[in-house]
């Protein structure tokens, strides 16, 4: 099973302060699609996550951190790095659709 941390109020610190990228999974368990992008988001996490750090966000439960990041629509996955926010997608997305944006991503970090 891959390393996704499930975000509580006393651990979001460790997305901020993560020294790899996080990607966000900002969703709801009543959420239809939410709950269709929870095995993509796993396989993401499976073959990344060297690179990258996987976090999810139940929206219900710290409603105050959804506002905060301007979510309006779940699920929505928000790339941050260093506590910014680096992309942003709404919407159920596919598997090749994500892996093109991490794949973007993480090779513009190991260029930097």
Request: hydrophobic share 45%; net charge negative.
């Amino acid at each position: 099973m891959a390393n996704i941390l499930h975000v509580q109020k006393d651990n979001w610190q460790q997305v901020l302060n993560s020294a790899k990228p996080m990607l966000v999974d900002f969703w709801a368990g009543w959420c239809a699609p939410c709950r269709a992008l929870t095995p993509t988001f796993e396989k993401l996490a499976e073959k990344y996550g060297n690179e990258i750090g996987f976090a999810k966000v139940d929206v219900d439960d710290l409603p105050q951190l959804a506002s905060q990041f301007g979510i309006r629509s779940i699920p929505t996955l928000v790339l941050l790095q260093g506590g910014e926010v680096i992309e942003q997608v709404v919407g159920l997305q596919s598997y090749e659709k994500l892996t093109s944006l991490l794949d973007r991503h993480t090779s513009a970090l190991a260029r930097n």
